[in-house]
T-cell receptor, first 114, second 110 residues
């Protein structure tokens, strides 16, 4: 149980385009979902916390207009990277949580912006 | 502020024991997690400590001292598949947010 999926697993796009990444909890209803980004050989950096039906809470330094988060249901959250640029290239990972202490992580999405 | 430190890299031999340390200075504390992450994959949960002491789970054990802002992950009977990054994360008080440390890349050699 407690499986989280992400789609797509890998995406390559041109500079200036927008990319949407989906995060789904497959076998549980997630009260909260989190979005992280990870640069090569670096640790995870929390970008935002997302609760179903309410606006996401962004961490300091993360542009909310650049990284749009929509938490449409208890099993789906989406991250849209708008007007992507090469510096947005990174590994984006979501996690989901219901009751209990643990966050369950998705397999990640590798974004490359050309 | 938040500051979580781990050694960047460690090496060990198959069958040996290795201890990965984590020190933290955070504005609040509500538990410490250890995750394992293989390259290009999502982190997987290893352990959770909220009270002082040692938690043992098979080959892996985790220790916490809240007064010292210190934790370690102990891996016994190392296997080649244990080569991975190990991430220490502190949960911020009164939230579900996790602040991750820099991660420790462990290489296990035959």
């Amino acid at each position: 149980g407690a499986v989280v999926s992400q789609h797509p697993s890998r995406v390559i796009c041109k500079s200036g385009t927008s990319v949407k990444i989906e995060c789904r909890s497959l076998d549980f209803q997630a009260t909260t979902m989190f979005w992280y980004r990870q640069f090569p050989k670096k640790s995870l950096m929390l970008m935002a916390t997302s609760n179903e039906g309410s606006k996401a809470t962004y961490e300091q330094g993360v542009e909310k207009d650049k990284f749009l988060i929509n938490h449409a249901s208890l099993t789906l959250s989406t991250l849209t990277v708008t007007s992507a640029h090469p510096e947005d290239s990174s590994f984006y990972i979501c996690s989901a949580k219901y009751t209990g202490n643990e966050q369950f992580f998705g397999p990640g999405t590798r974004l490359t912006v050309l | 502020g938040q500051n979580i430190d781990q050694p960047t890299e460690m090496t060990a031999t198959e069958g040996a024991i290795v201890q990965i340390n984590c020190t933290y200075q955070t504005s609040g504390f509500n538990g410490l997690f250890w995750y394992q992450q293989h390259a290009g994959e999502a982190p997987t949960f290893l352990s959770y400590n909220v009270l002082d002491g040692l938690e043992e789970k098979g080959r892996f054990s985790s220790f916490l001292s809240r007064s010292k802002g210190y934790s370690y992950l102990l891996l016994k009977e190392l296997q080649m598949k244990d080569s991975a990054s190990y991430l220490c994360a502190v949960r911020v008080y009164n939230t579900d947010k996790l602040i991750f440390g820099t991660g420790t890349r462990l290489q296990v050699f035959p």
